[in-house]
């Protein structure tokens, strides 16, 4: 989704963020603000700083005021809310602990 993405709106949608995760959809299991920190170079990775940008509705031409930046887990819960290895809270934590012993 996020190619669709012109790259100057995904670097200011990027910068504006300051590499963090900005969802803030409590039913994601992270309270108000999620700010997992994300890794430029792993954009639409399923690593744990994997992130990919969310357009909120459907618009033709995305601008950065309807962009979301949004980790790997945030966004495979916002579109696809019943996914099954994340639909919980602790199935989030699981599956960011497994990502990380992979990635050190």
């Known amino acids: 989704m ?18 963090r995760c900005e969802c803030e959809n409590p039913k994601h299991g992270h309270g108000y603000l999620c700010d997992e920190p994300l890794y430029h170079r792993s954009r639409g990775s399923s690593r744990s700083d ?7 509705g459907e618009w033709n031409i995305p601008t950065p005021e309807i962009c979301t930046l949004m980790c790997h ?4 819960l916002e579109i696809n809310p019943k996914h099954p290895e994340f639909k919980t809270y ?10 990380r012993s992979y990635e050190s």
Not at 90 to 99: M, P, Q, T, V
């Open 73 to 76: 887990y945030c966004y495979q």
């Open 50 to 56: 994997g992130w990919w940008i969310y357009i909120e």
């Open 2 to 19: 996020h190619d669709e993405i012109p790259i100057d709106i995904e670097d200011k949608v990027w910068k504006r963020a300051d590499a």
């Open 90 to 99: 602790r199935g989030i934590l699981k599956n960011r602990r497994k990502h």
